[in-house]
């Protein structure tokens, strides 16, 4: 029987305990993920003080990991200097995601996670996404084009740097994966499909995430057809496309009965983490939504591994 692997993304976390959250928390997150009975993890650094603070922590997390029986798969680096169009600060940002991958990797994570971040444009209100105290999509944006503004030079260092990132991930053999997100310079289908064509590099590969895709209003199983063997890990959530909320399965109207039937004939080996929640939620029924989830696949042949 086919099985796929799901576990729980970083927004646990953060919808928890903040954004970004004390390194600290993970430490209670890990024990509270543990004992919903789940064994797969996404870990994230949110910035350079909080990648910092798990570096510090580093050993004592990864013995808190194995004490619960925890893996993490993946690790994303959240750092929007990655994809700066000035030079110095775009080289210093290589350098920290030099050490970043190392802790992925040190975790045990199989991919290293990036997204491309709001195209440099003047906000009138906020940018889609920021690092702060709160965790929230910008769902509709004024903007203005600053004077000097060039596409092609947004294009190019975004290129150069996820060129750079699948190198330092293929010194570790490891996959290097981007998120399409609402309101960033990667957001629909085709614009990631471009982007790994660009990249050209055999370890750069998507994220494909489903809440992202049907909130951008792709299809979302025409949107997993045509980037078969172009993603190397799924986030799962349902959406409504009125908004960009990430919502429990089954809340939304994403076709999850027919998106399952092109993933499990794709036999996709790698894993869903489960990816949705609101500022607001005082409890979430994850185990709700592996159950809604399990239902499905079986009809296709296949089950689930928490």
């Given at each position: ?5 799901i ?14 959250p004390n390194?600290?928390?993970d ?5 509270e ?22 570096w ?17 798969h ?11 169009l ?26 290293l ?8 444009v003047?906000?009138?209100k ?5 690092l ?35 190198d ?13 997100r ?10 990631m ?6 990249v ?28 078969a063997?172009?993603?190397a ?6 959406n409504n ?27 996709y ?29 079986n ?8």
């Open positions: 029987m086919h099985t796929l692997k576990g729980i993304t970083y927004l646990y976390t953060i919808f928890k305990y903040g954004y970004p390194p600290r928390d430490f209670r997150a890990i024990a993920i543990g004992k919903m009975g789940f064994r797969f993890l996404e870990m994230e650094g949110l910035g350079r003080e909080h990648t910092n603070g798990i510090k922590n580093r050993r004592a997390l990864k013995k808190c990991l194995q004490d619960h029986g925890i893996h993490v993946n690790f994303c680096c959240v750092d929007p200097e990655l994809v700066s000035n030079d110095k600060k775009r080289k210093a940002a290589y350098e920290r995601f030099k050490r970043t991958a190392e802790l992925g990797v040190f975790l045990g994570a199989e991919t996670h990036l997204a491309s971040y709001a195209p440099p003047k906000y009138l906020r940018s889609p996404y920021q702060g105290k709160n965790y929230s999509f910008a769902e509709a944006q004024k903007i203005r084009i600053p004077e000097g503004f060039s596409w092609s030079r947004i294009w190019d260092t975004l290129v150069e740097s996820c060129r750079f990132a699948a330092i991930g293929a010194k570790y053999e490891r996959t290097v994966i981007m998120e399409p609402v309101g960033e310079i990667i957001c629909s289908v085709d614009s499909i471009r982007l790994i064509k660009d050209a590099k055999p370890n750069f590969k998507a994220n494909f995430d489903t809440a992202h895709f049907s909130a951008q209003r792709e299809n979302v199983p025409l949107a997993l057809t045509k980037m063997g172009l993603f890990n799924i986030h799962i959530a349902d496309p009125v908004n960009t909320l990430h919502l429990a399965i089954g809340k939304g109207t994403i076709d999850w009965d027919e998106f399952f039937r092109i993933l499990i004939k794709m036999n080996q790698g894993y869903l983490g489960l990816d949705f929640g609101t500022k607001n939620s005082k409890k979430i029924d994850y185990g709700k939504s592996v159950s809604y989830l399990r239902k499905i696949v009809k296709f042949g296949a089950d689930l591994e928490t």
